[in-house]
Nanobody
């Protein structure tokens, strides 16, 4: 069992930055691929970014590429999402996710555990 707790959300102006953090419980963090999804009410969950178990591979949605950076620290059981040049369309609830799988990480069904979410609001 893995528990995920996100932090770092908030209100920011367009063009600003936020850093989301996710703390994971358990001693098997390094065996999970990690990622972030986001969701706006009334819309489907959207893949944002993912990182492999060893941090050797990272993946990004086209909409956030070159603006967001995902990283992980297996010694601290954390995964972060640095978000720069934020846009109003980045407004959403952001969810930290963990997957036993190490492939197909753009698909929500690959993930076994989800955090409770943290709200990011970008004002224009």
């Amino acid at each position: 069992q893995v528990q995920l707790v996100e932090s770092g959300g908030g209100l920011v102006q367009a063009g600003g930055s936020l850093r989301l953090s996710c703390a994971a419980s358990g001693r098997t963090f390094s065996t999970y691929s990690m990622g972030w999804f986001r969701q706006v009410p009334g819309k489907e969950r959207e893949f944002v970014s993912a990182i492999s178990r060893s941090a050797g591979s990272t993946y990004y949605a086209d909409s956030v590429k070159d603006r967001f950076t995902i990283s992980r620290d297996n010694a601290k059981n954390t995964v972060d999402l640095q978000m720069n040049s934020l846009k109003p369309e980045d407004t959403a609830a952001y969810y930290c996710v963990a997957a036993r799988a190490d492939y197909g990480l753009k698909y929500s069904y690959r993930y076994d555990y989800w955090g409770q979410g943290t709200q990011v609001t970008v004002s224009s």
